[in-house]
Antibody
């Protein structure tokens, strides 16, 4: 059974940065890409960005200058900088079905609550 | 960017009813569409991929149809455990876009 296990909840002050990790088990991601999706309180799903198995990245325009995504064999990381209260959300990692079908998501992590508050 | 218009935003139906949810794409996305179910406090889970293929382990009362710009998720006989929010996702082109969600409640 594929599992994506994310790091724990974070509380940050405005202007700070946050890093969320996502580890796949029992195997590694291989060359599958990993998406990051967020959900603000009471809102829908919003695609944030994507990192390929080889480290190539794409992100939504609104995040392009403050988002960094990296990958190792079994863990991917998302760093979001210059946080504001609008970034308060649950952040999910979500795996691509295979290396050639970008953004086609099959499995999701359990989510990481990021709260931005002064 | 491709826009996804999902409707209705919410609905209430009785056990055993047939329920349909629609997503319309602003341009042709072939069959590059998936449907997800999300229950409160939980991560989404995939129900349908390639517009009409049923994810392994998902009850057969769920079905997907459509291609191009119009897509439908149907629940043939609504069950209590189907109370959830449903989202479509187009992955045909960058950036991928989710529909705004359809909340299904049981009367």
């Amino acid at each position: 059974q594929v599992q994506l296990v994310q790091s724990g909840p974070e509380v940050k002050k405005p202007g700070a940065s946050v890093t969320v990790s996502c580890k796949m088990s029992p195997n590694n991601f291989g060359n599958n890409g990993v998406n990051w999706v967020r959900q603000a309180p009471g809102q829908g799903l919003e695609w944030v960005g994507w990192v390929s198995g080889l480290g190539r990245t794409n992100s939504a325009d609104k995040f392009y200058d403050r988002l960094t995504m990296t990958t190792s064999t079994s863990t991917v990381f998302m760093e979001l900088r210059s946080l504001t209260s609008d970034d308060t959300a649950v952040y999910y990692c979500a795996r691509d079905v295979d290396p050639t079908n970008w953004y086609e998501i099959d499995f999701w992590g359990q989510g990481t609550q990021v709260t931005v508050s002064s | 960017d491709i826009q996804m218009t999902q409707s209705p935003s919410s609905l209430s139906a009785s056990i055993g009813d047939r329920v349909t949810i629609t997503c319309r794409a602003s341009q042709d996305i072939k069959d590059d569409l998936a449907w997800y179910q999300q229950k409160p406090g939980k991560a989404p889970t995939r129900l349908i991929y390639d517009a009409s293929s049923l994810q392994s382990g998902v009850p057969s009362r769920f079905s997907g149809s459509g291609s191009g710009t119009e897509f439908t998720l149907a629940i043939s006989s609504l069950q209590p455990e189907d109370s959830a929010t449903y989202y479509c996702l187009q992955h045909h082109a960058y950036p991928p876009v989710f529909g705004r969600g359809s909340k299904v409640e049981i009367k």
